[in-house]
């Protein structure tokens, strides 16, 4: 086999499509854990709550393609780069030229949220998990969702109005910590107790009761919380037990160049599973990163000039059941901050700025000019207008100071006049 | 392929064809008088910017590789195969606004009353683009991405020609300076 993807999440699915696209003479096998390739995991609260029904979550398009094999159902259970084999745990072997592996992560469940013999409680990962969850939930209405990262985050939006009494338990003292500035944060913690989402900050799980093998109800900062229905989504950790044996891990880490390459120049790796190396450890691990290493990875397995990741950003946005929200990267030391906030309106925008260069911000409630503002911080363009200006909500911000029709060039197919 | 481009020179920036836009388009009704009443207002898929002095009406430029479509959650966002054009599939989309954020020339946008993106689809299958018919000045075009694409050449190319004269300029200047010292 050419290529073999281990990974059927979005950076798998993603490499297999593009390396289809790019390689079309050459075959390729994609191999998964769960039985179902091919769908959005962003996309399980609302699969959950039931505004979203199971089709629409698939994106899948190669299922005629002759020359890829989809091997489902089956885990790799470790890789052998000497032999360029992998041994799946159906007993069989599958031999590459290249291999990539974009085998994700697996949830953290902390030891106090996973009882013996206990019913209702989901960790938030895979669509097999989340039809359990969608059966169980009406009949279990009192909810308890554990992790106010993006995950959690959403999980409790989704849930909150739909019949369910939310509570969202984080152990630090905001929500989004990894992806939102304290101040930013506070309007998604507004927006969410709007939702009557009863909010546990600095807080974590020191108990759970269980009745009649189920879970019955939760204790954090001391107090107990009814509760019939558990999500866990307390972040995830690298999946990464097929490379056990191997050479490729250090100190557990799958470390990988900004090419996506492995020590193994044969193997790649992209989405949750690497940490990638480039003046320091990255670990960008959102859905849109996925998206780009898997289609890098794949261009660059055959490649004599192999790429390089240009954007290492943690750059996310979502619609928290009605809040608007863009992520374009937590506070970086010595950036300097600027604000625009109407807190009557719920909307608040900042940006954080090192020599005059965008380096990360958020914009809540308002994400006007969101993809302009993620492509100069993405391109390093110099900001020329004072970034007040910039962070203001209008649509003209842009054409301010520069009057030049350069600029237009970029965003218009402009017919000029001859001589202008 | 088509893209519709603006002749600088003549759009005075009087929104005829937002108007149009989301009359055609967003409204129910298809009347002007109609739509403005409805709940919620339609909204344009084409949007003039710019300074008063220089207004622009933009819209998508249906990118080759585009990042839209890369991000798209659901799938919504596909490319027509035969004209090439970039379409929202309305029923597809939840409304993430995820590619609004991965458009670097700011032209989708999020209709939240809706909960779906919006972006121009050069009204695929309409006879022409209403922004096009509707614009009093003849501003927006209709035309060929390769009869585009020859013409910026031809611009790059003057301006470089233009770029070495002046050059040349510059360098007789500072050699007359030298020489008068």
Not at chain 1, 10 to 21: D, E, N, P, S
Not at chain 1, 116 to 134: H, K, M, Q, W, Y
Not at chain 1, 235 to 244: A, D, F, I, W
Not at chain 2, 92 to 121: H, M, Q, S
Request: aromatic share 6%; glycine share 8%; charged share 20%.
């Amino acid at each position: 086999m050419d290529a073999v993807i281990v990974g059927g999440g979005v950076a798998g699915m993603q490499a297999a499509l593009a390396f289809r696209w790019q390689w079309p003479d050459k075959t390729i096998t994609l191999v998964d854990t769960e039985k179902e390739v091919g769908y959005y995991r962003t996309l399980l609260p609302q699969f959950m709550n039931q505004t979203m029904t199971e089709k629409k979550l698939f994106f899948w398009g190669l299922q005629d393609d002759p020359r890829l094999k989809v091997i489902s159902g089956v885990t790799v259970e470790s890789v052998d780069p000497r032999n360029r084999c992998l041994f799946l745990d159906n007993h069989e072997k599958v031999y590459y030229r290249r291999l990539l592996i974009a085998s994700g992560g697996r949830p953290i469940v902390p030891g106090v949220c996973s009882p013996r013999d206990c019913n209702g409680i989901f960790p938030v990962r895979s669509l097999t998990v989340a039809r359990e969850a969608r059966d169980w939930l009406p009949k279990h209405p009192e909810v308890v969702v554990v992790g106010g990262g993006l995950v959690g985050v959403k999980t409790a939006a989704h849930l909150a109005g739909h019949n369910f009494s939310v509570s969202l338990i984080e152990k630090e003292n905001q929500l989004l910590p990894q992806a939102l500035s304290a101040a930013a944060s506070r309007l998604v913690e507004a927006h969410l107790q709007q939702k009557n989402i009863r909010l546990l900050l600095g807080s974590t799980v020191e108990d759970v009761q269980v009745s009649q093998g189920k879970i019955g109800a939760v204790q954090a900062g001391g107090k107990w919380l009814p509760c019939q229905t558990l999500f866990v989504a307390a972040g995830s950790l690298p999946e990464l037990n097929l490379l056990r044996d191997s050479d490729l891990l250090n100190e557990d880490r799958l470390e990988v160049t900004p090419g996506l390459q492995t020590l193994d120049k044969n193997i790649f790796a992209a989405g949750d599973a690497v940490t990638i190396v480039k003046d320091g450890l990255f670990t960008p691990w959102t859905w849109p990163q996925a998206v780009v290493q898997g289609k890098l990875a794949a261009q660059n397995m055959y490649s004599s000039s192999p790429k390089s990741l240009n954007c290492l950003s943690r750059v996310n946005c979502m619609n928290l059941n009605g809040l608007s929200l863009v992520v374009l990267g937590v506070p970086v030391p010595g950036a300097q901050v600027s604000i625009y906030s109407r807190p009557k309106d719920g909307i608040y925008r900042e940006l954080f700025h090192r020599d005059g260069k965008i380096v990360g911000g958020a914009l809540i409630g308002n994400i006007s000019n969101g993809g302009r503002l993620h492509g100069m911080m993405n391109s390093g363009e110099n900001v020329e207008i004072g970034f007040d200006e910039l962070l203001k909500p209008q649509i003209n911000t842009f054409f301010k100071g520069s009057p030049s029709c350069t600029r237009y060039n970029r965003r218009a197919s402009v017919l000029q006049p001859e001589g202008v | 392929m088509k893209a519709i481009a603006v002749h600088l020179d003549r759009c005075t920036g009087c929104k005829t064809c937002e108007l149009y836009c989301a009359t055609e388009r967003g409204s129910n009704a298809k009347t002007l008088l109609q739509a403005v009443q409805e709940t919620p207002l339609p909204q344009a898929r084409v949007r003039v910017e710019g300074s008063s002095e220089v207004p622009i009406a933009l819209q998508c430029r249906q990118c080759a590789q585009a990042p839209c479509v890369d991000s798209c959650l659901t799938g919504a966002l596909r490319r027509d195969p035969e004209s090439g054009t970039v379409v929202i599939h309305e029923n597809d989309c939840i409304g993430c606004w995820t590619c609004t954020l991965f458009c670097p020339y700011g032209v989708i946008y999020p209709w939240p009353e809706r909960k779906i993106a919006l972006k121009c689809d050069r009204c695929l299958y309409m006879e022409s683009p209403v922004c096009v018919d509707a614009c009093p000045t003849n501003a927006l075009e209709l035309v060929d991405i390769e009869k585009y694409e020859e013409f910026t050449r031809r611009k790059r190319l003057e301006t470089a020609a233009g770029l070495q004269e002046n050059e040349h300029l510059a360098g007789k200047l500072l050699l007359d300076l030298v020489q008068t010292r």
